[in-house]
């Protein structure tokens, strides 16, 4: 039983196309959490939540919107896609805010023509 | 700015010797560190962890050596087998901040 789930797992589009990914998980943790993972393979943070609270939005284009739900979903829409958007992203959970032990989800692959 | 760095991309190691993978920080304010492992394809597992009030941490094979004067710290895993193959990746975090900043990984290659 996954614990942390995404779909899709792969995801070609073209620019300017607007796409979601959605993500669940069933480990009843408060927290969860959007990361990119560019191609120089930095893993970065984007967002946040917090039983369905943002807590944290770092300095991303205003294109990605997080969507909580509930505190079991995570959901990530990004608008008028770009190039420069093709990357690997990760959801993760953790029971609470700021704990470092997070469960990452396998990833979406998103490719952006 | 890169806050956590990791200088090796990788690492190749015989089975049954040690493994060791560094980590750098600069950021005076991190006071918790954690280490994950990443298979491809699948999302980073948890490894172990350490808080800035240690200077050790040892999970079966695996021991975490944090030194602070030198912002530095490190993953031991002895013995290394096939099976611990995969990118390795040192996060650090500060209290309050809510977030945890990743290194860009070490590969590390078990060799039978």
């Known amino acids: 039983d996954t614990a942390v789930s995404q779909t899709p797992k792969y995801l070609v589009t073209q620019m300017g196309n607007d796409k979601s990914i959605k993500c669940e998980q069933n480990?009843?943790?408060?927290?969860m959490y959007w990361y990119k993972q560019d191609s120089k393979k930095f893993l970065k943070i984007m967002f946040s939540y917090n039983n369905k609270e943002l807590i944290i939005n770092e300095t991303v284009p205003n294109r990605f919107s997080p969507k909580s739900p509930d505190k079991a979903h995570l959901n990530l829409h990004i608008n008028s896609l770009e190039l420069g958007d093709s990357a690997v992203y990760f959801c993760a959970s953790s029971r609470r805010q700021g704990e470092g032990e997070q469960y990452f989800g396998p990833g979406t692959r998103l490719t952006v023509t | 700015d890169q806050q956590v760095k990791q200088n090796s991309p990788s690492l190749s190691v015989q089975e049954g010797r040690i493994s060791i993978l560094n980590c750098d920080y600069t950021n005076s304010m991190f006071d918790y560190f954690l280490w994950y492992k990443k298979y491809p394809a699948e999302g980073p597992t948890f490894l172990i962890s350490?808080?800035?009030?240690?200077d050790k941490n040892e999970d079966g094979r695996f021991t975490v050596f944090l030194n602070k004067s030198a912002k530095h710290l490190s993953l031991h895993i002895v013995p290394s087998q096939p099976g611990d193959s995969a990118v390795y990746f040192c996060?650090?975090?500060?209290?309050?901040?809510?977030?945890?900043?990743f290194g860009t990984g070490t590969r590390l290659k078990v060799l039978a």
């Open positions: 350490i808080s800035s009030i240690k």
């Open positions: 996060a650090a975090g500060g209290s309050g901040t809510y977030k945890y900043i």
């Open positions: 480990l009843g943790h408060d927290t």
